[in-house]
């Protein structure tokens, strides 16, 4: 079955100590990125990757740190989380940039 | 900067009625622009529209865009309490520095269609 996971679906954790949420696709798909969305703004994305090992800022990219390094995984890496990166996270997917983005079931984090 | 805005916010219908989400943006080199449902949970796809002028249809819903006034419509006909959901409409374009595309998204409509 095409999907796209990310672990963990629910996540609670102080400040300051480090975390990542993994996302995997099994699509084959070149394109992947992060999303946050909080009430009142909406979707906004984080970073994304046209490639393996080829990354770029979205609009919220402080405090967020990726990596591409092969095609299915692009984890989202929070070295040192604060309360205002309390969100509900979204990994997706595509073919390439201009086809439809497959999301991911979502990672909903407290920062404490 | 990127801009994409969605109209209106919230949006109350009875079953049967006929709904338009409005989507208006403003973005540098634009691509495509595409229209997601959410409903609890993650977003799903609807439509993906690149040219002026051409419906995409797909059941009680229809989408068209028009690029020269930068905006879109969604429309569901015949509304049931299953289309309730947030409505997001999100527009590519080019991100100058990198060269590379990316989206950028409306805060959304909501829907709520009751009995």
């Known amino acids: 079955e095409a999907q796209v996971t990310q672990n963990p679906r629910y996540l609670i954790t102080v400040t300051g100590k480090k975390l990542t949420v993994t996302c995997s696709q099994n699509?084959?798909?070149?394109?992947m990125s992060w999303y946050r969305q909080d009430p009142g703004l909406g979707l906004r994305q984080i970073y994304y990757?046209?490639?393996?090992?080829?990354?770029d800022k979205g609009d919220v990219p402080e405090g967020y740190k990726v990596s591409r390094k092969e095609k299915r995984n692009f984890p989202l890496i929070l070295e040192s989380p604060s309360p205002n990166q309390t969100s509900l996270y979204f990994c997706?997917?595509?073919?390439?940039?201009?086809?439809?983005?497959?999301f991911g079931p979502g990672t909903r984090l407290t920062v404490t | 900067e990127d801009k994409v805005v969605q109209s209106p916010l919230s949006l109350v219908v009875h079953e049967g009625d006929t709904v338009t989400l409005n989507c208006s943006y403003e973005v540098t080199n634009f691509r495509s622009l595409l229209w997601y449902k959410q409903e609890k949970k993650a977003p799903t796809f609807l439509f993906m529209l690149t040219s002026s002028g051409i419906e995409k249809k797909s059941g009680r819903l229809s989408s068209i865009l028009d690029k020269k006034e930068l905006f879109s419509i969604l429309n569901i006909t015949a509304t049931q309490t299953g289309d309730s959901a947030v409505y997001l409409c999100a527009v590519e374009g080019k991100n100058s520095g990198a060269g590379s595309y990316q989206l950028t998204f409306g805060k959304g409509t909501k829907l709520s269609v009751i009995p």
């Open positions: 699509m084959n798909h070149e394109y």
């Open positions: 990757s046209m490639n393996v090992e080829v990354t």
């Open positions: 997706a997917s595509s073919l390439d940039g201009s086809y439809e983005q497959y």
